[in-house]
Antibody, heavy 121, light 108 residues
Framework: QVHLVESGGGLVKPGGSLRLSCAAS????????MSWIRQAPGKGLEWVSY????????FYADSVRGRFTISRENAKKSLYLQMNSLRAEDTALYYC??????????????WGQGTVVTVSS | SFVLTQPPSVSVAPGKTARITCGGD??????VHWYQQRPGQAPVVVIH???DRPSGIPERFSGSKSGNTATLTISRVEAGDEADFYC???????????FGGGTKVTVL
């Protein structure tokens, strides 16, 4: 059974930090590009970041570059998102997603159920 | 930056056909993927690479593309098709994936 399970969300004050985790199972994690995608309350999908198989290729959306860091531990089949300098506009449901093929054409074919991040004083 | 434009909403009677468009520069030269997101659930791919259906997706879902507009067509619409639908394309200039704003399909 293919599964992605996110954790680590919560309530944090503006300027604070949070680390999200995503545990994968049921597919070859170390052979997979992985991504974080978020959805603000009542809004659409916004891609946040993706990382290559070994972590040597990483891209970020302009809205989070310099504040968020994506990483992975293939031995633990885990994906992470370190979020610093959080802002109210980062409030969203954060999904972990598997990318079917390399950069430039693939689809996000496996999604977790998401973890909620709320940035508020 | 690359923008994909979708109508905010589409309403359709049961048994009829719903068409959702996705427009943007350079769509014609990049594959378009479509996702269905039912309320409270994660998105699911219903069409990938313009017109291909992943396994398990009903034949009622089809995709097409003409010029800089892609279209997701849902035939013989059912109540269970009510959801938000998003198109997605890769921006070849930045290597960033881009989502359309989403279309809410309401079954009357």
């Amino acid at each position: 059974q293919v599964h992605l399970v996110e954790s680590g969300g919560g309530l944090v004050k503006p300027g604070g930090s949070l680390r999200l985790s995503c545990a994968a199972s049921g597919f070859p994690f170390s052979d997979s590009y992985m991504s974080w995608i978020r959805q603000a309350p009542g809004k659409g999908l916004e891609w946040v970041s993706y990382i290559s198989l070994s972590g040597n290729v990483i891209f970020y959306a302009d809205s989070v570059r310099g504040r968020f860091t994506i990483s992975r531990e293939n031995a633990k089949k885990s994906l992470y998102l370190q979020m610093n300098s959080l802002r109210a506009e980062d409030t969203a449901l954060y999904y972990c997603a598997h990318l079917t093929s390399g950069v430039g054409e693939g689809t996000f074919d496996i999604w977790g159920q998401g973890t909620v991040v709320t940035v508020s004083s | 930056s690359f923008v994909l434009t979708q109508p905010p909403s589409v309403s359709v009677a049961p048994g009829k056909t719903a068409r959702i468009t996705c427009g943007g520069d350079n769509i014609g030269s990049n594959p378009v993927h479509w996702y269905q997101q039912r309320p409270g659930q994660a998105p699911v791919v219903v069409i990938h690479y313009d017109r291909d259906r992943p396994s398990g997706i009903p034949e009622r879902f089809s995709g097409s593309k003409s010029g800089n507009t892609a279209t997701l067509t849902i035939s013989r619409v059912e109540a269970g098709d009510e959801a938000d639908f998003y198109c997605q394309v890769w921006d070849s200039n930045t290597d960033h994936p881009v989502f359309g704003g989403g279309t809410k399909v309401t079954v009357l």
